[in-house]
T-cell receptor
Framework: DTEVTQTPKHLVMGMTNKKSLKCEQHMGHRAMYWYKQKAKKPPELMFVYSYEKLSINESVPSRFSPECPNSSLLNLHLHALQPEDSALYLC????????????FGPGTRLTVL | GQNIDQPTEMTATEGAIVQINCTYQTSGFNGLFWYQQHAGEAPTFLSYNVLDGLEEKGRFSSFLSRSKGYSYLLLKELQMKDSASYLCAVTNTGGFKTIFGAGTRLFVKA
């Protein structure tokens, strides 16, 4: 299984809602990532987990809260988002180590109203 | 700081060869990746360079010069399906922090 899955594919939420994005991989990868991608822009790193511990937080606002409950799952909890947070949210995973390619999921298209 | 530059767009003809350049300035360099991203899809891995020189993989080759902060992706025998964005990405020491360039949108015409 060389796939990273993400749910939901699309999400529309209001600024007062609480929602979660989910990501799953079964490749035995111990590094998992969240990226945000706006239209016609490159992915921007948000968070990195290594061995289920948060190792990088790229100064992301606290309305985004990541969670890695086990080595296969990665969640992104959303609360009190702003319209400018509307974007494609990509999850990726990789082996831990130099030169490890990242495998990306298809993304969740988020719209904040 | 970190900076990655790529041309915004390129156009090439089916069957031809195209070279996409990438220049970078980063701290703690630990390798350079090229990813392909079709519109509306996730990026997929193409190549990785950490030492100077050329890496060849089928129709795709990637070159790195660390002293010049320069890489290129070479695509041969272009096919229509190669129309996509090509993202140059640099990782820092430790390998987790990956910074993507803005990407080069390649249009392949018949």
């Amino acid at each position: 299984d060389t796939e990273v899955t993400q749910t939901p594919k699309h999400l529309v939420m209001g600024m007062t809602n609480k929602k979660s994005l989910k990501c799953e991989q079964h490749m035995g990868h111990r590094a998992m990532y969240w990226y945000k991608q706006k239209a016609k822009k490159p992915p921007e790193l948000m968070f990195v987990y290594s061995y289920e511990k948060l190792s990088i937080n790229e100064s992301v606002p606290s309305r985004f809260s990541p969670e890695c409950p086990n080595s296969s799952l990665l969640n992104l909890h959303l609360h009190a988002l702003q319209p400018e947070d509307s974007a494609l949210y990509l999850c990726a995973s990789s082996q831990v180590g130099q030169g490890s390619e990242q495998f990306f999921g298809p993304g969740t298209r988020l719209t904040v109203l | 700081g970190q900076n990655i530059d790529q041309p915004t767009e390129m156009t090439a003809t089916e069957g031809a060869i195209v070279q996409i350049n990438c220049t970078y300035q980063t701290s703690g360099f630990n390798g350079l990746f090229w990813y392909q991203q079709h519109a509306g899809e996730a990026p997929t891995f193409l190549s990785y360079n950490v030492l100077d020189g050329l890496e060849e993989k089928g129709r795709f080759s990637s070159f790195l010069s660390r002293s010049k902060g320069y890489s290129y992706l070479l695509l041969k025998e272009l096919q229509m399906k190669d129309s996509a964005s090509y993202l140059c990405a640099v990782t820092n020491t430790g390998g987790f922090k990956t910074i993507f360039g803005a990407g080069t949108r390649l249009f392949v015409k018949a």
